[in-house]
């Protein structure tokens, strides 16, 4: 074999070793179990009820005559076209969706389930306490993070006592993992 052979064959193999093997498929959605019975809620609520008012609206508008220049028919058919958009859309997600048993996790670790309590190590009073989910159930508002998001990619696969770094526009954070459950 020639020197440029075998070094081809060392690339290949350093590329595939570098890959990344991830725990779920890319084509899953994954979720905790609480994220995916709000999204077959909501996906029944469309389907039924928001369905069923779309539809007495649009009956309604057509009954007003001329649907060229009636901007409630158009405001009826804009408001159906996003709805079953959105039914598509959960549709997906649901039968993608590959759900985190949270009480096979660790709790040693950071993964998708963990309630996470952490510290600014500059401000050493302020601490915060957040679950780390999926991208699909992220809600800032409801202390629920994205895995997908800086602070989450930051944190998963970490243990409590260890210190990870954020750069965030305000800049450059530390924060320290103060326990997990």
Do not use: C, W
């Amino acid at each position: 074999m020639s020197k440029q052979h075998d070094d081809q064959d060392m690339d290949e193999k350093k590329s595939k070793k570098s890959k990344k093997v991830l725990p779920f498929e890319e084509e899953s959605v994954v979720m905790t179990k609480e994220g995916l019975k709000l999204l077959e809620d909501e996906l029944e609520f469309l389907k039924s009820t928001r369905r069923r008012e779309i539809a007495k609206r649009l009956k309604e508008a057509i009954s007003y005559g001329d649907l060229s220049e009636n901007s409630e028919y158009e405001e009826a058919k804009n408001e159906q076209a996003f709805v079953e958009g959105r039914i598509m859309e959960l549709e997906e997600k649901v039968k993608k969706a590959k759900v985190i048993d949270e009480k096979t996790h660790s709790k040693q670790m950071v993964e998708i389930g963990t309630k996470v309590f952490i510290r600014n190590t500059k401000k050493k009073s302020e601490e915060h306490e957040f679950t780390l989910v999926g991208s699909t159930e992220s809600d800032v508002s409801n202390n629920r993070i994205s895995n997908e998001a800086p602070l989450g990619l930051a944190l998963m696969g970490r243990k409590a006592g260890d210190v990870v770094t954020i750069n965030v526009p305000a800049g450059i954070i530390d924060y320290e993992i103060l326990k997990l459950s």
